[in-house]
């Protein structure tokens, strides 16, 4: 019963869990011979995360490492290495999760950890990211605010990786790593990319026979994404059920592969002779087997321009889609050919595989542009700079290449005194001699007065909002907050004993992890700062009149 609880109950009460996540946080020891692997929150094993896990896996150099894969249910786990003695699985919000993500020495994601997640002083975090920047995301002027988990999470990070120029001022700019950023920045190419363009023959072959697919003809790919935003995400059925009949009529073999959040929201389609890969199927092995890509707005077709094969963009609902959800491409920026209804799909898609494609001008310049480093090679070059601290070659950016000035501005009000504190900050951002920040509580958004200047504010400014999040403590720090004796040492977490005494054994550990000989309450506070911005310090603070205490006391930890 206690493995049956430590490896699979999950943590319900969102207090309890982040009671537990502090109290692993000050217990286990980081252990540099662990990796943690999370995709898309734990979605499957995919992406770039995916493509590192493999390349370590395989390299006798590192064959010391053991691996640690976070994912939503046991049924994602592939057969191979259920039982493999290097590699093991937890699932989100349980006591086994929370454990090795503070054991590991180096966690690597490509989109966002908990909330609750604080990286230790001694943990490496890469953050992979996971595309290029299709439709709009981050901070825009319908939510100038921004994305506070994206923020907190690559702030968070000590190595964050772009595939190329245009990505790397999207990350600047949208998720406010301008002048607040610590750690490495670098133009390397997505790992992920590799498993498309190193795919050898033999794994080819399995791919396209486990496929069922016919060899005297072509492949296509149609990888649509889903309509919406997340929270109200969605997908027509009957559109893509009328779709599937007209690309059955191809005399091709036709792969239709939905995105993962896509997938919760189309029913009883009937896709005929359509072949529909397993869940497990990696998109980037399938782009690797594909003659030919069909897409709408979503980023896969970045991964599949690395190839020179031909993409055809599908548009049915362009108008309504860049209304409703954004999007920072033209469509003279796209590659391939559009279309926008299934007759003109499948006559273009015919002509298309019918004799050898020649890319366009405009194709070229796509490919230049979007994939620069797209040479099979970037897992290697990932590794070397994230897990050896080998930069030779590496395109590294810098993220705060001049003074850093953060304006403090908790809560604010509605009063002059917000309209002249944000007036100020503009005035010192538009002098252009140093980076701006703006710290705000994410209530903010509620307050008229404030969000009508803070959408009026220089795009040099970077934004990060905290949000109403209750900090994270161990037991003995909320017994010091509420002001009851405290323990002069902080605890193991006490439940479950038999699963905790032998994993406390199960990595070795150089020494002991020393208890905190700092004010409980400073450390707690100095904890929420390093969740919201890492590593970050600031040269210069301008605080708001009229902080509350809590806003004062979170500021003690901002300047270098």
Not at 147 to 172: D, F, I, K, R
Not at 173 to 193: D, H, K, M, N
Not at 250 to 276: C, E, P, S, T, W
């Given at each position: ?289 594909a003659d030919l890509l069909i897409s709408d707005y979503s980023s896969i077709f970045f991964d599949f321009l690395a190839t020179g094969k031909p993409i055809v963009h599908y548009l049915y609902d362009y108008a309504e ?240």
């Open positions: 019963m206690a493995d049956r609880e430590f490896w699979k109950d999950k943590i319900r009460d969102p207090e309890d869990l982040k009671t537990r996540q502090a109290e692993y946080v000050v217990s286990v020891p980081t252990n540099s011979q662990v990796v943690f692997y999370e995709s898309m929150s734990g979605a499957r094993m995919m992406d770039s995360p995916y493509a590192l896990f493999l390349h370590l896996y395989r390299d006798p150099e590192f064959s010391k490492l053991h691996h640690v894969w976070s994912v939503r249910s046991e049924d994602l786990i592939p057969d191979e290495l259920r039982d493999d003695p290097r590699v093991t699985f937890v699932t989100r919000g349980t006591d086994a999760h929370l454990y090795f993500l503070s054991l590991a020495g180096y966690i690597v994601g490509n989109s966002l950890l908990p909330e609750y997640f604080v990286r230790k002083p001694d943990q490496k975090y890469l953050n992979t990211w996971h595309g290029i920047a299709y439709k709009t995301l981050g901070r825009t002027d319908a939510s100038p605010l921004g994305a506070a988990g994206s923020v907190y999470n690559l702030l968070q990070a000590t190595h964050v990786l772009t595939p190329c120029p245009y990505m790397t001022e999207t990350e600047l700019t949208r998720f406010s790593l301008r002048g607040v950023f610590s750690g490495s920045l670098a133009e390397i190419g997505y790992p992920r990319q590799d498993l498309t363009l190193n795919m050898s023959k033999s794994s080819a072959l399995r791919l396209r026979e486990n496929l069922g697919l016919d060899s005297t003809k072509k492949t296509v790919l149609y990888a649509p994404t889903w309509r919406g935003n997340k929270g109200s995400a969605r997908f027509d059925g009957d559109q893509l059920q009328r779709d599937i009949e007209a690309l059955a009529k191809l005399d091709a073999n036709v792969i239709f592969q939905a995105h993962h959040i896509m997938l919760r929201h189309i029913k009883n389609v009937d896709y005929g002779n359509i072949i529909v890969p397993p869940a497990n199927t990696s998109a980037n092995e399938l782009l690797a087997v889609y860049a209304d409703d959800r954004g999007l920072l491409l033209d469509q003279s920026d796209l590659p391939g050919p559009i279309v926008s209804t299934a007759d003109d799909l499948v006559s273009t898609v015919t002509s298309l595989i019918s004799e050898p494609y020649r890319p366009t001008t405009r194709y070229q310049q796509a490919r230049e542009r979007f994939c620069p480093h797209d040479d099979g090679h970037a897992s290697l070059r990932t590794i070397r700079w994230f897990m050896l601290g080998d930069n030779q070659g590496i395109q590294q950016i810098e993220a705060r290449p001049r003074p850093t000035t953060i304006f403090w501005g908790g809560r604010l009000d509605k009063s002059r005194k917000t309209e002249a504190f944000l007036d100020s900050l503009d005035t010192v951002a538009k002098s252009g001699d140093r980076d701006v920040t703006l710290l705000v509580a994410h209530s903010v958004k509620s307050n008229s007065v404030a969000m009508e200047r803070i959408r009026q504010l220089d795009p040099s400014v970077s934004i990060v909002a905290r949000n109403d999040f209750e900090m994270i403590m161990t037991t003995d720090e909320k017994q010091a907050r509420n002001g009851t004796d405290i323990s002069p040492a902080a605890k193991e977490p006490t439940e479950r004993n038999s699963v905790w005494n032998r994993l406390k054994g199960a990595f070795a550990r150089k020494a002991p992890v020393a208890s905190a000989e700092d004010d409980p309450l400073m450390t707690m506070y100095q904890r929420e700062y390093r969740r919201v911005f890492g590593d970050a310090k600031f040269d210069e603070m301008v605080e708001f009149e009229g902080l509350s205490g809590f806003w004062r006391k979170l500021a003690q930890h901002a300047l270098k």
